[in-house]
Nanobody, 114 residues
Framework: QVQLVESGGGLVQPGGSLRLSCAAS??????MGWYRQGPGKRRELVAA???????NYADSVKGRFTISRDNAKNTVSLQMNSLKAEDTAVYYC??????????WGQGTQVTVSS
């Protein structure tokens, strides 16, 4: 059974930094990443990293966010720097198994406000 445990998130001022982490268990994952859903918006991809592949970032976060994964520990982290008000959203960890099944974390709130 796949389980995801997210940590991090919270309230930060504009220009600040936060780090999100997700620990996954129960399978081997082809893709690990983060999505977000802002108020009144659709869920969107923030960043994803395939197993042994090239990372993919949303244009809006390029140069500010960095995703990393540890295959040995089955973890994926998102370092978020230079945060903006428009980054405010619920952030979801997403993993895809080698069989192509997606799993989602419970979500963690990130609020960027002065």
């Amino acid at each position: 059974q796949v389980q995801l445990v997210e940590s991090g998130g919270g309230l930060v001022q504009p220009g600040g930094s936060l780090r999100l982490s997700c620990a996954a268990s129960g399978s081997i994952f082809s893709i690990m990443g983060w999505y977000r859903q802002g108020p009144g918006k659709r869920r969107e991809l923030v960043a994803a990293v395939p197993r042994g592949g090239i990372t993919n970032y949303a244009d809006s976060v390029k140069g500010r966010f960095t995703i990393s994964r540890d295959n040995a520990k089955n973890t994926v982290s998102l370092q978020m720097n230079s945060l903006k008000a428009e980054d405010t959203a619920v952030y979801y960890c997403n993993v895809r198994t080698m069989m192509g099944v997606d799993y989602w974390g419970q979500g963690t709130q990130v609020t960027v406000s002065s």
